[in-house]
């Protein structure tokens, strides 16, 4: 009675924490078309390089995660820890889709002054992924 | 008062207060916030500063911060609704001392009456030390800030 209980607790308890990684993120990013029934552009490292060590407005993504994305960083105005962004250095991070919305939300908000396009976190992740 | 009639007041009064009592703990413990809450309020509150003790600020304080999460002292801290009502259930069931944030549309903790009381010997450069880098980074000089330890013997002033 206890064993069908306690896999059904796993299987929640892993979708719940989510399941996901890098990879499978960057489809789902990918695969986005910008305009509707148009094709989704294909991601590239060399945009998401770009895109994540420009100043947009007074911050860049660097600001906070440092100009290398594998090197720990530091809250621009806290000074609090961040743990790196780069899978190869934290494989703890884009496992969890809901949590990457999160923070791209936020984030992007912060830098950008608007929420990232899904081509825009493609072309980041893409970079990130190819960091080793 | 002889002994039986002692017993019997125990049981009609004191008694039911006792269990009055242990109820309230109980549903404040249990009905207000689950230990759930309380990790979700240290994650979620955690991630970009320490999660600032409950304590810190007055009930209302934290209601109006929470109602803003969107435009956050400069940030945007936004929530979903699940883990915004699990902060708040945290938060608002924290019992006192209560410490009454500074009087602002945003109330903060490091320019309120009672941190400024209790940092009155703290002199102004320390502050801005490159290992402090402001008040509101607790943990410079408070280590045990993450579990929520803030007495006099632990603190440890960066150089």
Sequence with gaps: MQRPIVLLLTVLAASAAGAETATDLLNTYGSQPVVKGATAPVPTAAAGDRFFHARHKDWSCASCHTGDPRAEGRHAVTGKPIAPLAPAANPRRFTDFAKAEKWFKRNCNDVVGRECTASEKADVLAYLISLH | ?159
Excluded at chain 2, 43 to 71: M, Q, Y
Excluded at chain 2, 83 to 107: F, H, I, N
Aim: overall charge neutral.
């Design chain 2, 1 to 159: 008062m002889p002994d039986s009639r002692l017993r019997h007041r125990f049981r009609t009064v004191a008694r039911p207060a006792a269990m009055l009592v242990l109820l309230m703990a109980f549903q404040e413990e249990v009905l207000g916030a689950s230990p759930s809450d309380k990790e979700t309020w240290r994650a979620e509150c955690g991630s970009c500063h320490v999660a600032f003790p409950a304590n810190a600020l007055k009930p209302n304080d934290w209601t109006l911060i929470l109602a803003a999460l969107d435009r956050h002292y400069g940030v945007d801290a936004s929530l979903d609704a699940r883990d915004l009502a699990a902060v708040a259930a945290y938060l608002q069931a924290q019992p006192g001392p209560e410490r009454p944030g500074s009087a602002a549309t945003l109330p903060r903790i490091t320019t309120s009456r009672w941190f400024r009381e209790e940092h009155g010997e703290v002199p102004q450069s320390t502050w801005q030390r490159p290992g402090v880098k402001g008040a509101a980074n607790c943990a410079a000089c408070h280590p045990g800030a993450e579990s929520g330890r803030f007495d006099e013997d632990s603190i440890r002033i960066p150089k």
